[in-house]
């Protein structure tokens, strides 16, 4: 089972209120404080924020795959956002993200966290899989969206 279909709905933000690429980190960081309240909201910004430091996540395509990596996690953990209206996130085509898969990983671990972008990379290929993304209405249409990853 692929970890894009693994988020919990807890984990989704349908409609992501940020206007600015810190706030979207903020508010990424946020979703997963409330499905994993172990995780202090402000220690994930920190580590997003650093990470951007040495490039943008923001991929291109209106899509951004903010990541990290975490001492101590036991499990990949994935959290989905998406903004209609769009987010400026220094992507490298230029454009505005509007669909934000935000990846966090154990420290020591790398091919599975590898494994994990490219499954996202491939997922988010195709237009028609962002389109839907970006169409759907419910929450439950996301998750079903979603889910189809696997």
Do not use: W
Not at 5 to 19: C, D, E, K, V, Y
Not at 119 to 143: C, H, I, V, W, Y
Request: glycine content about 8%.
């Amino acid at each position: 089972m692929g970890i894009i279909s693994q988020i919990p709905a807890t984990m989704i933000l349908p409609a992501m209120r940020a206007a600015s690429k810190k706030e979207a980190l903020r508010e990424l960081a946020a979703a997963v404080h409330a499905g994993r309240p172990e995780f202090d909201t402000e220690a994930l910004y920190a580590i997003l924020q650093e990470r951007e430091t040495l490039g943008s996540t923001g991929i291109g395509d209106g899509i951004a795959i903010p990541h990290g990596k975490i001492k101590g996690l036991a499990e990949i953990t994935i959290c989905f956002g998406r903004s209609k209206q769009g987010i400026p996130f220094d992507a490298l085509d230029g454009k505005p993200a509007h669909l934000f898969f935000l990846l966090l990983a154990p420290e020591e671990v790398a091919a599975p966290y590898l494994s994990c972008l490219a499954e996202l990379s491939r997922f988010l290929k195709n237009p028609q899989t962002r389109n839907r993304l970006m169409q759907a209405g419910r929450d439950e249409e996301l998750l079903a969206i979603l889910a189809e990853s696997q």
